[in-house]
């Protein structure tokens, strides 16, 4: 057995003592960004998008709703989602102390981590300026973006916990690897679709005038279909490129993952457009585009690996020569 295919080493303190804090709190930094997705998709479907009218304040003198306030249940919907930012926030901020007490401080583990407590600060902004506009769906597909990064960042965050430090070396060609950076690209374009696809539609947020983009939203729906269609057929590629030219099972196995999410994504995809958008299946399909984002940066981790105590002295003394 290769040292690329031992177990991922657990995480350490400064004094090399293992800890299962700086895993659980980094798992719990990328639960916590999917939670506040789903949050969110739930705020949009049941139409509370305005159920607090004001922002910071839910209304006009009060930080939380008010029983003379004429939103109704909204009004709940809404401020649940704003306090769950709260939570958000500071699991961002255990993450990053986290990892400053309990690793080797490598960037990538702080870079990402860091990411997402600014992050967090951003959506905060940015989910003001989206009340303020009266939910334009421009603002909330980028509201849906940024969330689909922070998913990206703290995934990075804890997947790179899980690996031993040192220097990396590609477990896959070089070749594979630009395949794979590709696929990630194309999923960008895929989740960029799908926002225009949900601006276009019926679940704006809000109950009483839903705001839409003004895109026909067959034709959008198509074009996003189409990009699924190329998606899908880069990741099968990549599954079978890492099974004929991987170091080992490990990264054959994370785009085999990869795979499965993705048809189960294009499952519910469909399935709600052709049942006129049920909100469970509508709330289901912004669930598993977070799983998806998960599962691409799994799969990108999986591309290199920690290289062996030779092949890091020889690069060594390839730069010192």
């Known amino acids: ?81 704003r306090t769950l930012t709260g939570l958000v926030g500071f699991v961002a901020l255990a993450a990053v102390l986290a990892i400053w007490r309990w690793s080797d401080r490598r960037p990538a583990l702080i870079r990402p981590a860091l990411a997402v407590l600014a992050g967090v600060g951003v959506q905060a902004v940015l989910g003001g300026i ?27 965050a804890y997947l790179e916990a899980r690996m031993p430090g040192g220097p990396r070396q590609p477990s896959v060609p070089p070749l594979v690897r630009q395949l794979g950076w590709a696929t990630c690209a ?18 704006s947020g809000d109950a009483d005038q839903p705001a839409r983009l003004g895109f026909d939203p067959r034709a959008a729906s198509w074009l996003h ?37 993705t048809l189960a994504q294009a499952a519910v995809g469909y399935t709600q457009y052709f049942t006129g958008l049920p909100e469970a299946l509508v709330l289901m399909h912004m669930l598993l585009a977070s799983l998806l984002v998960v599962a691409l940066v799994h799969g990108m981790k999986a591309t290199v690996t920690t290289a062996s105590p030779r092949t890091a002295q020889r690069r060594s003394e390839a730069l010192r020569g």
């Open 1 to 81: 057995m290769t040292a690329r295919d031992q177990a991922p080493a657990a995480p350490i303190d400064r004094s090399g003592a293992p800890s299962p804090w700086l895993g659980r709190i980094l798992l719990a930094n990328v639960v916590v960004e999917i939670l506040i997705v789903v949050t969110g998709g739930l705020v949009r479907l049941t139409g509370s998008g305005l159920g607090c009218p004001s922002w910071p304040q839910c209304v006009p003198g009060s930080y939380v709703p008010v029983r003379e306030q004429a939103e109704g249940f909204h009004k709940y919907i809404e401020f649940g989602n």
């Open 130 to 156: 989206t009340v303020r506009t009266g939910l334009n769906p421009a603002t909330v597909a980028a509201h849906f973006l940024v969330s689909m990064l922070l998913v990206a960042a703290a995934s990075a």
């Open 186 to 203: 194309v999923a960008a374009l895929v989740l960029t679709l799908g926002t225009i696809v949900t601006g276009s539609g019926p679940h």
């Open 225 to 261: 279909a189409d990009a699924v269609m190329l998606f899908v057929g880069l990741v099968v590629a990549m599954w079978i490129a890492t099974r004929l030219t991987g170091t080992g099972e490990r990264v054959a196995a994370a785009w085999r993952l990869v795979f499965l999410v």
